[in-house]
């Protein structure tokens, strides 16, 4: 027995999204229903929709930055109740076993997490994500989203929200730190504010001036454009932290050099093609580099309590379900500002 329900599908790797149903299984005694409100358009929803990082399961329902309403639990729940404001992010489901997982860091589960979407459950079936009127989950994979932000500016911070929180404050955001962010798209506009809100000098490195006022708005200290020659050389030593949200080849050696002795570069964005650096640029300052993967269950939750505290929700463009082609277009073109989030009633 299951549930149907409406939902957007992509039939095959880079085909426009259509009108459709999915099933969802009835309740487990630990699962919940969800009935979502919002579901952000994240960038690696279109690298997955047209098979960017390889082979991809079809139809698809992309989706993991989910917000919505608890709307049926199964006999065993503790955590929530129905009625209760809740997210999903980027998986569902992992091993509980491995080290990671009993570290609270199921984002790096041995076994491989079971991703919201675009993967299969332990059991076999397939995993079909928010772009849907419902999802049900196990209650250890959804997190409470406080009083304090709105639905639809939080489903956003469900991936962007955690994937630059987790880094920054592992590499030391906060007072007397200089912290980098380049590109300022959904992930990138989320880490300024969250490395702003941590105590951090914050720079944006865009690609043009065209989002200097609402970089400096989101709490920016200084903007630069990239594409401004005189730019990265301008900054040498100067941060102790370069994250970079950017899917696309950059030159590792120029952002090398902007870091201080002992600095890291962390990638979130995902480029598709191997990455180049020189050895000098980090044997020059005992740099590194490094990766950061979402978070962990625990760590989200923090995450979403922070970003209450500090009133911080993604700047978002709500669209409906016909609207998401046109809204992939726009995203691959830098042009959203600064996350589509789908208002699934619209479904
Ligand atoms: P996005 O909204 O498209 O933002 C990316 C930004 O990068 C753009 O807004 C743009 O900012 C800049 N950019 C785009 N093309 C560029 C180019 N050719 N050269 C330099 N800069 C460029 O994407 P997103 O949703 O934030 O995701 C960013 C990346 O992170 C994707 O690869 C996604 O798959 C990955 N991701 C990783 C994780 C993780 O856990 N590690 C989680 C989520 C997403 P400006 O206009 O300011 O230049
Ligand atoms: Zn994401
Ligand atoms: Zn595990």
């Not at 922070?306 to 046109?326: L, M, P, S, T, Y």
Request: one cysteine or more; proline letters at 3%; charged letters at 20%.
């Amino acid at each position: 027995m299951s549930t149907t329900v409406s939902a957007l599908l992509a039939p095959s790797a880079g085909a426009p999204f259509e009108r459709g149903t999915i099933e969802r299984r009835d309740l487990r005694a630990h699962d919940v229903r969800i009935d979502i409100a919002y579901a952000g358009i994240c960038h690696s929803d279109i690298h997955q929709a047209r098979e960017e990082w390889g082979a991809a399961i079809f139809p698809m329902v992309p989706g993991h930055e989910i917000a919505g309403i608890v709307s049926e639990i199964g006999p065993d729940v503790t955590r929530y109740a129905v009625g209760d404001r809740v997210g999903i992010g980027c998986f569902v489901d992992s091993c509980r076993e491995c080290d990671a997982c009993l570290a609270g860091e199921q984002q790096y589960c041995e076994r491989g997490f079971v991703a919201t979407y675009n993967s299969r459950e332990y059991s076999g079936e397939d995993t079909h994500g928010g772009y849907s009127q419902q999802i049900v989950a196990d209650e250890n994979y959804v997190l409470s989203i406080p009083e304090g932000i709105a639905l639809d500016v939080a489903a956003p911070l469900l991936c962007a929200g955690i994937t630059t929180y987790s880094p920054l404050k592992r590499f030391g955001a906060g007072p007397g730190a200089r912290v980098a962010v380049i590109g300022m798209g959904g992930l990138g506009h989320v880490a300024v504010k969250i490395a702003h809100a941590m105590g951090a000098e914050v720079t944006v490195l865009s690609q043009t001036l065209s989002k200097k006022e609402d970089g400096l708005r989101l709490g920016a200290d200084h903007f630069y454009a990239t594409s401004d020659p005189e730019t990265l050389g301008n900054l040498r030593k100067n941060f102790d932290i370069v994250l970079n949200t950017v899917s696309a080849d950059l030159d590792l050696d120029a952002y090398l050099a902007t870091l201080k002795l002992g600095g890291t570069f962390v990638y979130v964005g995902l480029p598709e093609n191997k990455q180049r650096f020189r050895s000098a640029s980090l044997i020059g300052a005992r740099r590194s580099i490094t990766g950061s993967n979402i978070g962990g269950i625990p760590e989200t939750q923090e995450m979403l309590d922070f970003c209450a505290k500090h009133n911080i929700g993604a700047e978002i463009e709500i669209i409906g379900a016909d609207d998401v082609n046109a809204a992939y277009e726009r995203v691959i073109r830098s042009d959203v500002r600064y996350r589509f989030v789908i208002d699934t009633r619209t479904l």
